[in-house]
């Protein structure tokens, strides 16, 4: 049993027009430049309704950007992996620290064709995802929570709760921000 493709033609094609912009214009743009960064993802679909409030930095990656949303005051640090194969929301002032990793897919090991399982990944408003983050198919991370570096994150973790660890856990609540 082979392996069948989940993407059609078209959105193949589209995938590889955006991989060669992403490659150019995307990432040789000046690291200030988020607005123009941000109007390159609007033009291949992303969710970004305030735009100029938005940070994305030029080494950051998005595999498939119609199926990224970021509300206001989202800041996507330098080598970011965003692999959305699921729709990936970025809540208002959800902040990814650099090198932080979304994954929105894996697959279904117990079949012998291993089909894609791709499943959305929801980062809740105000939370902080440290350095090297990894979060797996299918989690949601609440609002104002904390996750340390290099955790990993494959369960949803609680809002306003300070969380670390491999597998990440809670590990204390979070004081409220001043």
């Not at 940070?55 to 640090?77: F, N, T």
């Amino acid at each position: 049993m082979g392996n069948s493709r989940p993407n059609t033609r078209r959105e193949i094609a589209r995938r590889w027009l955006w991989g060669a912009v992403q490659a150019t214009l995307f990432r040789w743009s000046p690291r200030g430049c988020h607005g123009f960064r941000v109007r390159l993802l609007r033009l291949f679909g992303a969710d970004i309704p305030a735009g100029s409030q938005v940070r994305i930095y030029p080494s950051a990656r998005i595999i498939y950007p119609w199926k990224l949303a970021c509300e206001a005051r989202v800041m996507v640090g330098p080598w970011v992996n965003i692999y959305n194969l699921a729709p990936v929301t970025l809540g208002y002032g959800a902040q990814l620290s650099q090198g932080v990793h979304l994954c929105a897919g894996t697959h279904d090991y117990s079949r012998w064709a291993m089909p894609l399982v791709a499943k959305p990944i929801r980062i809740g408003a105000n939370a902080w995802l440290g350095a090297e983050v990894f979060v797996g198919p299918g989690v949601t991370i609440g609002e104002l929570a904390v996750i340390g570096a290099r955790s990993v994150a494959i369960k949803d973790q609680p809002a306003r709760m300070v969380c670390g660890g491999h597998p990440c856990r809670p590990l204390k609540p979070r004081v409220d921000p001043q």
